[in-house]
């Protein structure tokens, strides 16, 4: 119905007349012809990316789990190194309850604190006096807890410093 309509708008082309003039068994070969190259078209459009996402997810799955079995592999020395660190920190109290329980004696508040993979904690304190900074660091001492690295920045306002402090 549409091709008829069209072929009454565009009338006979060369094309069409040359389709026409060609024996049987050459429009035969012309769409089996057409045909592979539709089949070419399809599986370039369709199956081969899949084929290559497969491949991918595949490669992909593989990795994946060498990595979970070396995970499960190293599993038991890494919980007996977290152990540890925990054993170290103190008994029955966890390296950042004994941060914040210092800070809070030396009237120190903690801007924002940060637990890293060595077990080490960073603490950040913006606008606090020296004086406070200083006593809480002894408190951090006296709890047998090591500042591994400290930074310390003067405000406008004397007497009132930013510090930045690694702590063990």
Known sequence: MILERLRAVLGETGIERRYRALESRERLLL??????????????AMFAPAYDFRETAVARYAQQQERLEWMRSHEDDARRRNDDAAIAVAPNRSLLTLIDATAREANVRLTRYRPESDGSVNVVIQQQTFNDVLRWTGL??????????????????????NARLSIR
Do not use: N
Request: glycine share 8%; aromatic share 6%.
């Open 140 to 161: 951090l001492v006296r709890e047998d807890l090591r500042i591994t690295q400290v930074a310390i920045d003067a405000e406008d306002t004397e007497g009132v410093v």
């Open 31 to 44: 769409h089996v012809s057409g045909a592979v190259v539709f089949g070419a078209i399809l599986y370039a």
